[in-house]
Structure formats: C-alpha cells, structure tokens
C-alpha cells in the first residue's frame, strides 16, 4: 500500500505491519491504521513515528519511555485486554506521544504525555491509547548536564 505523508513524502506501506486502533485516538478517531516508521538512522524500534494510512497528515512522534529512564505502572481494563487481543504481558509495548515546546514558550526540550500512553499488542498489531489521568497533562523531558 502506497501513502502520500507530507512530512515524509511517498511511502510504501506493508499492509501486514499495520497497528489498529479499534477506536483510533482521541481527537482522532477516524485514524484506526498506522504504521510506525523509524526515524534516521535510528534502529531502535523505541523511537520512532506513527504515521496514519487513512490521513497522511496525521503522524505522531513516539518513544518508549525507558528510553528517558521513566518506568511506571499501569492496568488495563477487561475491555481495554479484550479489545487488543492482551494474552500475554510480554507482547505488549508503551509508546509515548512526543512533541517539541513551541519555539515562544520559552521552554525547550520535548514533552512527553505520561498520562495517555500508547498500548500495543505486537502480536496482534492492535492498540489502544490509555487515559491515564487527565488529556493534555505532560512532563518536559530535558537532557541531563
């Protein structure tokens, strides 16, 4: 399958390596297929995009968050399980959305919403986005000096 990102140009997309989000993301609901890209030369499948196949526009900067020393915890519902196929704790990973401060804030570094994680099932390739607490919360990851 062929996309048109206009972040990434023409694509060439493995139907067999889609994420469904049965219910898409909020505020994105009608995006349920995406594929997660790598970024550069980055071979690490911790950080990366999830660029939509319904709307090429929409695409997400993801990392795992170990990949900033955070570790934390958090349980699924019966139909949160149900819904991506959750057998096995093992074929699941955490995403987390990432995005710059805007150049006005005065801030810089990028920030991490902790409180709405992606939950994949590799196995399955389905996913959900996990409310946590409340929409829009997020730490300012920075680099350690």
Same mark, same amino acid.
């Given at each position: 399958?062929?996309?048109? @990102? *206009?972040?990434? &140009?023409? %694509?060439?997309?493995?139907?067999?390596?889609?994420?469904? $989000?049965?219910?898409?993301? !909020?505020?994105f609901e009608d995006?349920?297929?995406?594929?997660?890209?790598?970024?550069?030369?980055?071979? @690490? *499948?911790?950080? &990366?995009? %999830?660029?939509?196949?319904?709307?090429?526009?929409?695409? $997400?900067?993801?990392?795992? !968050?170990?990949?900033f020393g955070l570790?934390?915890e958090f349980a699924?519902?019966?139909?949160?399980?149900? @819904?991506?196929?959750?057998?096995?704790?093992?074929?699941?990973?955490?995403?987390?959305?990432?995005?710059?401060?805007?150049?006005?804030?005065?801030?810089?570094?990028?920030?991490?919403?902790?409180?709405?994680?992606?939950?994949?099932?590799?196995?399955?390739?389905?996913?959900?986005?996990?409310?946590?607490?409340?929409?829009?919360?997020?730490?300012?990851?920075?680099?350690?000096?």
């Amino acid at each position: 399958m062929k996309i048109e @990102s *206009p972040r990434f &140009g023409s %694509l060439e997309v493995d139907a067999a390596k889609l994420i469904e $989000f049965p219910a898409g993301l !909020p505020g994105f609901e009608d995006c349920k297929k995406f594929t997660l890209l790598e970024v550069g030369e980055m071979k @690490s *499948p911790s950080v &990366g995009v %999830l660029q939509s196949v319904e709307r090429p526009e929409v695409a $997400f900067s993801v990392a795992e !968050p170990d990949q900033f020393g955070l570790h934390y915890e958090f349980a699924l519902t019966e139909d949160e399980e149900k @819904s991506i196929g959750v057998s096995r704790i093992e074929d699941i990973v955490v995403l987390l959305i990432l995005r710059r401060n805007q150049a006005d804030s005065g801030e810089q570094g990028i920030k991490a919403n902790l409180m709405a994680p992606l939950v994949i099932n590799v196995v399955k390739r389905m996913g959900l986005q996990k409310i946590i607490g409340c929409v829009g919360c997020d730490v300012t990851l920075r680099a350690a000096s």
